[in-house]
């Protein structure tokens, strides 16, 4: 699926502030490598239906020994394993005995203490990458884990390293020490630096699972189709705390959302948990959804955080216009998209904004290839698109009680009529402030 760096931003995969971020929601990676190869999976979608059952199937998977991972393969032992090749340490005997052992571990101290943190490290880690393997090959794997767990054995089928799996760490003499240390370093560079890349891509693999089990996220069902379509109950938005959820239905023949509501009311926080549950669809990963049923789409486009350029001169509304113009010239393919714009024409005045709006509104909703999900502030341009047929209207009421604003963020078939500016001026004290000047 295509998706481009001003969607990412909109949707908040990625954040300034990590807090914010997808990215942060989902990650309970524990190494660093694992925390960048999440980084990766998250940017990069996939193309296949095969490829997206795959990672389905490796996040379940995942999720069913999370309980029993080892806990003794972590971000410590693999740095100090990598630290190790990178050390200039003083030449020892290629066959250790105890004399030359012993008078190594005497004079050369520091460098026998390193050598033996290193190889107690290495027993913890090569011990744990061989439980995972236990773990696994109980199962019938994904592909992707077969793969993984078959190259695991043969980077661990040798001799040394089955001894040094049985070794106690804590009962090794300095002649074992200086023995597996030269192993280490000699012999098992390139098979460590490959068994540490395996296990980071396990770790974000795990890390996803471990966060869908916890937040109760389903598996989306997701189907090869000519005719785009969504449909979802229960959805939400992943990086609220108390989220409300909604239901939502797109189809070829009801392709337009129309979305109006009073700031605050939930317009964006719906655009953005549209496209997060359809851009995590298309990473293979469960989504905030009790059920999601959804057709593979081939890119996602979001108008949403639109911003100024000063340094090329660009204003608000041209940016505005060139994202616009951008996406029908995409989705004029023929292929299937999501389009989501939240707020359209904010940088112009109030009848140019209704005539463009009205303008684009018309003419993207006869592309059937696309599914649109647009908000306005514009609820009188609703009325001039009732007669098309594929257009449903969709609001967030909005209730004043006792002078305050009461948001219930609950989807309601229709238009909105609420004009709350001024009630919200009012409220923040910016009135009584002005009347005071």
């Known amino acids: 699926m295509q998706v481009d760096k001003i969607t990412l931003a909109d949707l908040s995969i990625f954040h300034s502030e990590e807090e914010q971020s997808v990215f942060h929601h989902l990650n309970r990676t524990q190494t660093n490598g694992g925390r960048e190869y999440l980084r990766y999976l998250l940017a990069h979608p996939l193309h296949t239906i095969s490829d997206i059952l795959d990672t389905q199937q490796t996040i379940q998977q995942l999720g069913k020994v999370s309980e029993e ?41 520091p460098d026998y203490s390193l050598i033996r943190y290193t190889v107690e490290h290495a027993i913890d880690f090569i011990q744990g ?37 049985q070794e106690d760490k804590k009962a090794l003499g300095p002649e074992r020490i200086l023995y597996y240390g030269g192993f280490i370093r000699d012999h098992f560079k390139n098979q460590s630096a490959e068994l540490v890349e395996i296990y980071s891509r396990l770790d974000a693999y795990m890390s996803l699972a471990r966060a869908c089990q916890e937040y109760q996220y389903s598996f989306p069902e997701i189907t090869e189709s000519k005719e785009p379509f969504i449909k979802a109950t229960g959805l939400h938005h992943m990086l609220l705390q108390t989220p409300v959820s909604y239901d939502i239905e797109l189809t070829k023949d009801r392709n337009f959302l129309f979305l109006t509501g009073a700031n605050m ?13 359809v851009y995590l669809a298309h990473l293979g990963l469960a989504v905030p959804a009790q059920q999601m049923q959804l057709s593979m789409f081939d890119g996602l486009l979001s108008n949403i955080q639109v911003v100024d350029n000063i340094i090329k001169g660009e204003s608000f509304f041209f940016n505005e216009v060139q994202r616009i113009k951008n996406t029908i010239e995409k989705i004029s393919d023929g292929k299937n998209w999501l389009i989501l714009i939240d707020e359209l024409f904010k940088g112009t005045n109030q009848q140019d904004a209704v005539k463009c709006s009205i303008t684009v509104i018309e003419g993207l909703r006869k592309m059937q290839n696309a599914l649109f999900v647009l908000s306005t502030h514009l609820y009188e341009i609703g009325d001039d698109l009732r007669k098309y047929g594929n257009i449903q209207f969709h609001y967030f009421e909005t209730a004043v009680e006792d002078d305050q604003l009461v948001f219930s963020y609950q989807l309601k078939q229709g238009i909105s009529n609420d004009r709350l500016g001024y009630l919200i001026l009012k409220k923040e004290g910016v009135v009584a402030l002005l009347e005071k000047l």
Do not use: C
């Not at 200039?88 to 050369?108: D, E, G």
């Not at 009311?265 to 549950?277: L, N, P, Y």
């Open 69 to 109: 991972w080892p806990i003794t393969v972590t971000n410590g032992n693999i740095m100090v394993i990598e630290r190790f090749y990178e050390t200039q340490l003083n030449t020892f005997a290629r066959h250790p005995n105890r004399v030359n052992s012993l008078l190594y571990k005497i004079f050369n101290a």
């Open 129 to 165: 990458m061989q439980k995972i393997i236990d773990l696994l090959q109980e199962q019938i794997l994904s592909r992707q884990l077969s793969i993984w767990v078959t190259r695991m054995k043969m980077l661990l089928n040798k001799a040394a390293l089955q001894e040094l799996m």
């Open 265 to 277: 009311a939930g317009k964006s926080t719906f655009i953005k948990a549209v496209g997060v549950a």
